[in-house]
């Protein structure tokens, strides 16, 4: 069935360092991915989105780019902030029927100044 | 600003006791869901509805009903409360079927059984 494997956490970095977090998917089709992020003590906001092959989501200085050849959509930030310090989530649209998203495990990024 | 509304940040129930869990939306939105959150298993699907009146189970609805009798609400029922029903709670909506639409998140209820 159709999968999100994350890397796991926590990813801890100094401000201002250079981000990648990691994600892989298995799915029937060509799935829209997405990345989530959850800051403390809240719900899941929309980070970015990217609908088919070689599309570039961006937003808040995160970027992903959906590789179909190697099922990847990896997470990317030039120099992270102490404000980008929460847990991330990977996720695909399943591949049929209705709009039921499929996440991964989670990532946590720790931003220390 | 359009929301998805929960209607308890925090809960505390007692074992066996029947608790609702009630979530509304303002877009208009056909899909809503009801995930729990785990630390280190994520998000995972307990039930979704595609319509009103109409439900699907999710992975996990063992313990767990819903009730969506209008559009803009969607409800979770615990039957019975069990201490392993302790978790995060986190209500979604989303437009339309097909792929490219993200969900909008309420805040989440983090219920805790005692």
């Known amino acids: 069935g159709d999968s999100v494997t994350q890397m796991e956490g926590p990813v801890t970095l100094s401000e201002e360092a250079f981000l990648t977090i990691n994600c892989t998917y298995t799915?029937?089709?060509?799935?829209?991915l997405f990345w989530y992020v959850q800051y403390p003590g809240e719900g899941l906001q929309l980070l970015l989105k990217?609908?088919?092959?070689?599309d570039k989501g961006s937003n808040k200085g995160f970027e992903a780019t959906y590789r179909k050849e190697t099922t990847s959509f990896h997470l990317e930030k030039g120099s992270v902030q102490v404000s980008d310090s929460a847990v991330y989530f990977c996720?695909?649209?399943?591949?049929?029927?209705?709009?039921?998203?499929?996440f991964g495990a989670g990532t946590r990024l720790a931003v220390h100044p | 600003d359009v929301k998805v509304t929960q209607s308890s940040r925090y809960l505390v129930k007692r074992t066996g006791e029947k608790v609702f869990l009630e979530c509304v939306q303002d877009m208009d939105h056909e899909n809503m869901f009801w995930y729990r959150q785990d630390p280190g298993l994520g998000l995972r699907l307990i039930y979704f509805?595609?319509?009103?009146?109409?439900?699907e189970k999710g992975d996990i609805p063992e313990g767990y009903s819903v009730s969506r009798e209008k559009k803009e609400r969607f409800s979770l029922i615990l039957e019975s409360a069990s201490t392993n029903q302790t978790s995060m709670y986190l209500c979604?909506?989303?437009f339309g079927q097909g792929f490219g639409y993200g969900y909008t998140f309420g805040s989440g209820t983090r219920l805790t059984v005692v």
């Open positions: 996720a695909l649209v399943f591949s049929g029927g209705y709009n039921k998203l499929i």
């Open positions: 990217a609908t088919k092959a070689d």
């Open positions: 799915a029937t089709g060509y799935p829209s």
């Open positions: 509805s595609y319509d009103v009146k109409m439900k």
């Open positions: 979604a909506s989303s």
